[in-house]
């Protein structure tokens, strides 16, 4: 089938011609960069740089040019923040590194000096990572990045009562929203499309806003908050309703009449205000539209795009002002820069930024906000996963649940929401599910079954509430292994995990396995500990499947099969001494619950 995003070559591109569109200031190249060779790896550092939203890995051979690092994500080339960990590399060859910062996606600044290392080969050396973990420090409350919000399929597919293999649209949908909610806490859910056809918001006498109250009355009865997204465009209100999107039609033309749109906007707010109650409402958010900066969502310009915005947020300030309204709810951090020059320049108000990223961690655009005056606006990722592209196996793989932890981990503390997309393999916008794993952006399975993904996220939840101090050392150690280890009263728990965001080594390298050697100095060796293992064949659902030979479909005696075969389990682990020693390959992660006895 053909990717709604495929056409957006530019996405991975950092354009250097357009560094002062938005008036950047000439930023330094980061400092103080090295470059250490592993077995499998080459670890890159540096200092981070004032004003720098991410940064751009450069490698070159002994002779070659200086290229940025393609890790195979599908989606921008630059990264948060260091370390970087590249397993692209040949291990044996010579390489130079640089790093360049980035002040805003399509800009990058100028690039450091140069080092050199080589990835090592493993002849058999065993590569090992220490982890030090003060347990007895005060700590501090731990961020939980997952918990205020998840993506979803259009919400009026709540509704639906089609069957997807032999299961209900809407009844599946609304058990996979009330698990996030139930199971992980997760707040609100964000969605494309309230204002699609099948809502019916525009009659011949008025607006009808029924179809809304029904959605978001399911929605409020979960226990969820809605994200309501501004779009997509009515057809009595497009300028050219035959400009769609996805396999549903959604109209991405502009509007006939800003001023109707706006009409819109203002009566749905006030609508809702006056069913739920101000109060009620106050706690939700308001985009406008989604990913405007790719041609296949928005068939304007960027300016007929940024008058959208200024219509769309006066029109829910009338309401009432306090209520928040934000965007740009770009593709790859695009237009973050774009909305707020112009929202500086215009007076319109940005209570959030809004973007999506997929494949690496999100930029850091606190950056951008206080370059622009915006610094006590809000940061929410609206979209965000290991891939963009629909029906990729890597969205059903256990390299995509340890990817979530990297992520997770990164953002904590630096954004308000990392909502991953999205919650249910009942999602069609390039169709419905044609078979039972077929790559779908899911945390769960047409049937309820939890992915790799949706197991990551249960795994972070059962972190404590104080973050405590580690510390990595050796091969990898901070790059390749990482760890979040958390107290809660008397239980200690530590969470490792291994991977590169490099997905060419998505089924796994051998060379990048590591053992761990992980400590709590300060504290009697005297623990009971559990552990909770994802890997390739434990909390797998693709290896379960394999194993029972599923169809298109499992069978019902297959479904309760595999719901056993692919759940995290937990055993008990022995722990003598004052080292503990493990085996983590690359991907899998493990938790390890410590009390004493």
Excluded at 206 to 225: A, H, M
Excluded at 283 to 303: I, M, P, Y
Excluded at 446 to 473: D, F, M, Q
């Amino acid at each position: 089938m053909p990717d709604a995003r495929a056409d957006w070559d530019a996405r991975i591109a950092i354009r250097s011609d357009e560094t002062r569109e938005f008036g950047f200031p000439d930023l330094d190249p980061p400092k103080e960069v090295r470059a250490v060779g592993g077995v499998g790896q080459v670890t890159i550092d540096w200092s981070p740089v004032d004003g720098a939203v991410g940064y751009l890995i450069l490698r070159a051979t002994e002779d070659g040019p200086l290229e940025p690092v393609d890790h195979h994500s599908g989606d921008i080339l630059a990264v948060a923040g260091p370390p970087y960990v590249d397993t692209t590399c040949t291990p044996g060859t010579p390489y130079r590194y640089a790093v360049a910062s980035v002040p805003e996606v399509t800009a990058s600044g100028r690039a450091s000096e140069v080092v050199g290392a080589v990835p090592l080969v493993a002849d058999g050396i065993d590569p090992v990572v220490t982890v030090t973990v003060d347990a007895v420090a005060e700590g501090t409350d731990l961020h939980r990045p997952w918990m205020p919000m998840v993506g979803s399929e259009r919400l009026s597919q709540l509704l639906c009562k089609d069957l997807t293999g032999g299961r209900e649209i809407g009844v599946e949908l609304e058990q996979a929203l009330r698990r996030m909610h139930d199971e992980l806490g997760v707040r609100t859910v964000r969605a494309h499309a309230i204002f699609h056809d099948d809502t019916h918001v525009i009659t011949d006498s008025g607006y009808d806003f029924s179809v809304v109250d029904q959605i978001y009355d399911k929605v409020l009865e979960i226990g969820l908050r809605p994200v309501v997204e501004l779009g997509f465009m009515p057809r009595e209100l497009a300028a050219d309703p035959t400009k769609t999107v996805f396999a549903y039609g959604a109209i991405i033309s502009p509007p006939r009449s800003y001023e109707e749109w706006g009409d819109l906007v203002r009566a749905l707010v006030q609508h809702l205000v006056d069913r739920y109650g101000l109060d009620e409402v106050l706690g939700w958010d308001f985009e406008v539209w989604n990913e405007a900066n790719l041609s296949v969502f928005w068939s304007g310009t960027k300016a007929e795009w940024l008058r959208l915005y200024d219509v769309s947020a006066a029109a829910v300030k009338a309401v009432d002002p306090r209520l928040a309204v934000g965007g740009p709810s770009s593709a790859a951090a695009g237009w973050v820069d774009d909305l707020l020059a112009h929202a500086a320049s215009t007076g319109s108000p940005v209570d959030f930024v809004s973007t999506h990223l997929y494949g690496s961690a999100p930029l850091d655009v606190r950056a951008s906000l206080e370059r622009h005056g915006f610094g006590a606006a809000r940061i929410l990722w609206t979209e965000w996963g290991v891939t963009p592209r629909h029906f990729n196996p890597i969205n059903d793989s256990v390299f995509a649940g340890v990817f979530v932890l990297r992520g997770m981990r990164s953002a904590a503390g630096r954004v308000d929401a990392l909502s991953y997309w999205v919650a249910s393999d009942h999602f069609e916008e390039l169709g419905r599910p044609p078979s039972f794993l077929h790559g779908g952006f899911g945390l769960q399975t047409v049937g309820g079954l939890a992915k790799p993904r949706y197991h990551a996220l249960a795994l972070l939840n059962r972190l404590g509430p104080v973050e405590l101090p580690v510390t990595l050392t050796g091969d990898g150690g901070g790059s390749l292994v990482e760890a979040w280890a958390t107290r809660d009263r008397d239980r200690i728990a530590v969470l490792l995990w291994n991977l590169t965001l490099d997905q060419t080594k998505a089924d796994g390298a051998e060379e990048l396995t590591r053992t761990v050697k992980l400590s709590l100095p300060g504290m009697e060796p005297q623990w009971r500990v559990t552990a909770t293992e994802l890997a390739n064949g434990t909390g797998d659902l693709v290896a379960a499947a394999q194993e029972l030979d599923v169809g298109d479909w499992p069978t019902d005696d297959q479904w309760r099969e595999l719901a056993e075969r692919s759940r995290l389990v937990s055993k008990p682990l022995e722990w003598s001494g004052s080292t503990l020693e493990l085996t983590l390959p690359m991907p899998s992660a493990i938790l390890l619950e410590i009390e004493p006895t």
